[in-house]
């Protein structure tokens, strides 16, 4: 009987043991309720922050915006003087001096208008849809193109002259400011701003003119010089 107790008392020692042991691992394993809340909640505060910077602006966003557009209007300026020296203006490829109404007929067709201007000595030829017109003499010799491109209007009276310098000529007319710079030996750039009350105003639109096709010597019309 001894024996048998001592057998039994060690039998329920082993399970005692064994069962405490397997209690304590799952305990061990598993994570308490305080650390996976800490988990999730640092996992959340990192994607937070991930989101914020993302969204946040560039500081130099609006700076590089600023140097995109200077560089554009500074290439549109270049881009004027280069085909100035041509007699030509942009987007257009019919240069003054030697072409002829009659040449820009056969490309474009007739003009939407066409007026004859006293004061700038020629019959005017208004292609709207080309953003175009075209001062023509009586032999139909185009002497003066003009553009009215919508990129001109984003250009300032202060980055013309950033550009070209002083003007040699500047005269204020009808609310309109009217600058030109010569152009090789026989064509002159005249550019116009409306709002001449304002100290900066925008460019409205600009032509390139040969003076020599406004003279009549029939006449004994000298012509005009701008």
């Known amino acids: 009987m001894s024996l048998f107790f001592n057998k039994r008392s060690i039998l329920i020692i082993v399970m005692t ?8 691992c799952s305990s ?6 305080d650390a996976a809340n800490d988990s999730k909640s640092s996992n959340e505060t990192s994607s937070e922050d991930k989101n914020s910077k993302s ?3 560039s500081e130099n966003s609006n700076v590089g915006t600023s140097n995109t557009e200077n560089n554009s209007q500074k290439a549109l300026l270049d881009n004027i003087k280069k ?5 030509k203006i942009i987007n257009c490829d019919f240069p003054v001096k030697t072409s002829t ?8 067709g007739k003009a939407d208008k066409s007026d004859w201007v006293g004061e700038a000595k020629g019959n005017y ?5 080309k953003n175009v017109v075209f001062g023509t003499n009586k032999g139909d010799q185009v002497f003066e193109a003009r553009s009215f491109d919508s990129q001109l209007k984003q250009i300032t009276l202060s980055e013309v002259k950033d550009f070209f310098g002083q003007p040699q000529y500047d ?3 009808n609310g309109e400011k009217i600058i030109g710079y010569k152009s090789g030996s026989e064509f002159k750039i005249l550019l116009v701003f409306k709002d001449s009350e304002n100290k900066d105003p925008k460019l409205d639109h600009y032509s390139v003119l040969y003076p020599n096709g406004t003279k009549n010597n029939m006449s004994g019309d000298k012509g005009r010089e701008w």
Do not use: R
């Open 17 to 24: 043991l064994f069962i405490t042991i397997m209690a304590g």
């Open 55 to 57: 969204d946040a602006p």
């Open 125 to 129: 030829a208004a292609y709207s849809n």
């Open 171 to 173: 005269v204020t007319s």
């Open 83 to 87: 085909l100035s020296e041509e007699g």
């Open 101 to 108: 109404l009659q040449d820009v007929e056969k490309k474009w």
């Open 28 to 33: 061990s394993s598993k994570p308490s309720g």
